[in-house]
Nanobody
Framework: QVQLVESGGGLVQSGGSLRLSCVVS????????MGWFRQAPGKEREFVAT????????RCADSVEGRFIISRNNAENTVYLQMNSLKPEDTAVYYC?????????????????????WGQGTQVTVSS
């Protein structure tokens, strides 16, 4: 069973930066697409970023493009989300997700129902 544990959330002022980490266990990370999603109070969970199994392809939501960077280190079983120029509207619980896909796949997965495994989430709060 694949397990995901996020860390790195916290309280930061507007314009600041945070780096989230997601440590994956129980599976071969290089066989999984990885994604970050977030959910703000009273809102639906939304896509933030995704990265292909090799790390060669990434995609971010328009709302974070140019500010957030997703990356991965398969040897260390860890996925990262570097968040820069944070805004109050980035405040949410951030979730790491994994989609098992060992075959070559040129799709980008941006829907939460595409993913098989989820972490427990980490809170990010951006003050104005």
């Amino acid at each position: 069973q694949v397990q995901l544990v996020e860390s790195g959330g916290g309280l930061v002022q507007s314009g600041g930066s945070l780096r989230l980490s997601c440590v994956v266990s129980g599976g071969t990370l290089s066989h999984h697409f990885m994604g970050w999603f977030r959910q703000a109070p009273g809102k639906e969970r939304e896509f933030v970023a995704t990265i292909s199994p090799s790390g060669g392809r990434t995609r971010c939501a328009d709302s974070v493009e140019g500010r957030f960077i997703i990356s991965r280190n398969n040897a260390e079983n860890t996925v990262y989300l570097q968040m820069n120029s944070l805004k109050p509207e980035d405040t949410a619980v951030y979730y790491c997700a994994a989609k098992y896909r060992p075959a070559i796949d040129n799709n980008d997965y941006t829907k939460d129902y595409d993913y098989h495994y989820w972490g427990q989430g980490t809170q990010v709060t951006v003050s104005s």
